[in-house]
């Protein structure tokens, strides 16, 4: 189990590889619970295996938060220890390389070699099963250039061997052999060396939502005093789902959000971001509540934005000082970027 709440109802142990993982694959999940709970949730305490967290609400909070928010805490963990262990068997033959930094070009390129060098000894070379055409690329690896450093540059990084017939990605400039990255692609339209992303993906945020901006000048986030703030507010009006929700005919209630971002480069480069994800609408999303359990409501979408001004990330806040770059990390990994 994930997690245990024992006899101490504002407390529930978690693994610590769980916790790690949930914070840094979907933290907008806990983004969410807090918005829609307004407890926080806090590391009290640690052993080499576990960490103790406790949960504390705010002073003006319903009776029943802290039960709820408990409650909400320890289903998205279980959910969380699922796709840990979905995510370590899709990369079992790397080791799980891929979850130590999927955003390391170093640690994709290992996971690469890892998992099709391997596959490559029972799938004819390529790395891809039943291609039946592996037979050059094995013979070129019998036959190295006595250059290295050119040997490297005219291999493919997904079977390992000589590039046949190069295809050069256009943004990256990375090289493969073209069958390999026509397959490659149609798995996951991103480059298999650095995780560029290709093409647009599309979400399914209600169509009828509203993104306002302003600024205000006399607002200073901690961290960014010498700024003023960049105020978002998110307003979608009730409607109903479409055939790409989870019930289509059903009514949704419609909601609004706020967020911040610092008024300096960095966060105006951000919030333009912010504005493709919008228009891709892969902002929010139709689905359950984590706190109420309430179904067919408007969802943030694993996008992580700043829906308060100040205490720092346990309260999804500033300061925090990488989070500019995280959420860019973040976007990328949608396809969204400043090019």
Request: positive net charge; proline residues 6%.
């Amino acid at each position: 189990m994930a997690a245990c709440g024992g006899n101490i109802k504002n407390k529930v142990t978690v693994n610590k590889t769980v916790w790690d993982f949930l914070n840094k694959e979907t933290p907008s999940k806990l983004t969410r619970l807090w918005e829609e709970s307004r407890v926080r949730i806090l590391i009290d305490g640690e052993t080499s295996e576990i960490y103790v967290l406790r949960l504390s609400p705010e002073s003006h909070v319903p009776a029943n938060a802290l039960y709820l928010a408990r409650k909400a805490l320890k289903s998205l963990l279980k959910e969380t220890e699922k796709e840990l262990k979905k995510s370590c068997k899709q990369h079992q033959l790397s080791g799980c390389m891929a979850y130590g930094d999927k955003n390391s070009e170093h640690a994709t390129e290992l996971h690469i070699r890892g998992t099709y060098s391997r596959g490559a000894q029972s799938t004819g070379g390529r790395g891809f099963p039943n291609t039946g055409a592996g037979s050059s690329h094995s013979s070129s690896r019998d036959h190295r250039r006595e250059d290295p450093e050119d040997d490297r540059e005219n291999q493919c990084p997904i079977c390992l061997g000589e590039i046949q017939n190069i295809k050069t990605l256009e943004k990256c400039q990375h090289s493969f052999c073209e069958d390999c990255i026509t397959r490659a692609l149609q798995v996951k339209k991103a480059c298999p060396m650095c995780g560029r992303f290709y093409g647009q993906l599309v979400g399914n945020q209600p169509e009828n939502g509203r993104m306002l901006v302003s600024k205000d000048s006399g607002l200073l986030l901690p961290g960014y005093e010498k700024y003023g703030t960049i105020i978002i507010q998110y307003v979608f009006p009730p409607g109903i789902q479409g055939s790409e929700h989870p019930n289509p005919g059903v009514r949704y209630p419609g909601t609004t959000r706020v967020a911040y971002l610092p008024d300096c480069p960095e966060g105006n480069k951000v919030l333009t971001l912010f504005k493709k994800a919008f228009d891709q609408r892969l902002t929010f999303t139709i689905g359950t509540s984590m706190t109420t359990g309430r179904p067919n409501v408007i969802t943030w979408n694993d996008i992580h934005h700043k829906t308060n001004c100040t205490g720092g990330p346990q309260l999804f806040g500033y300061p925090d000082p990488t989070y500019l770059l995280r959420v860019q990390e973040e976007l990328r990994a949608k396809g969204i970027t400043a090019d």
